[in-house]
Nanobody, 121 residues
Framework: QVQLVESGGGLVQAGGSLRLSCAASGNIFSINVMRWHRQAPGKERELVAGITSGGSTNYADSVKGRFTISRDNAKNTVFLQMNSLKPEDTAVYYC???????????????WGQGTQVTVSS
């Protein structure tokens, strides 16, 4: 069983910073891709950033230049450093890992419980 636990959310004023983390536990063979998504009230969930097993990163245009995704492979942890936060960044942030549980197992996605980020003006 794979479990993803997120932390680091909170309330911050516009222009401030937060650092989110998501640690995976369980019998994981490999993690292909780590992603951060967010969902604002009344809106659909959107992809914020992703990082591949090879270290390639991708960001939504709305956060490019302000957010940085990174990973610690030894700890099965992904981070999202969020700088210059704006009120429109307010959302529940979810991590999602594409995980292979065994060498012969197909990869599948696992989701964290979400952490609230609120940016006040």
């Amino acid at each position: 069983q794979v479990q993803l636990v997120e932390s680091g959310g909170g309330l911050v004023q516009a222009g401030g910073s937060l650092r989110l983390s998501c640690a995976a536990s369980g019998n994981i063979f490999s993690i292909n891709v780590m992603r951060w998504h967010r969902q604002a009230p009344g809106k659909e969930r959107e992809l914020v950033a992703g990082i591949t097993s090879g270290g390639s990163t991708n960001y939504a245009d709305s956060v490019k230049g302000r957010f940085t995704i990174s990973r610690d492979n030894a700890k099965n942890t992904v981070f999202l450093q969020m700088n210059s936060l704006k009120p429109e960044d307010t959302a529940v942030y979810y991590c999602a890992y594409n995980v292979r549980l065994g060498i012969s197992s197909p990869p599948r996605n696992y989701w964290g419980q979400g952490t609230q980020v609120t940016v006040s003006s």
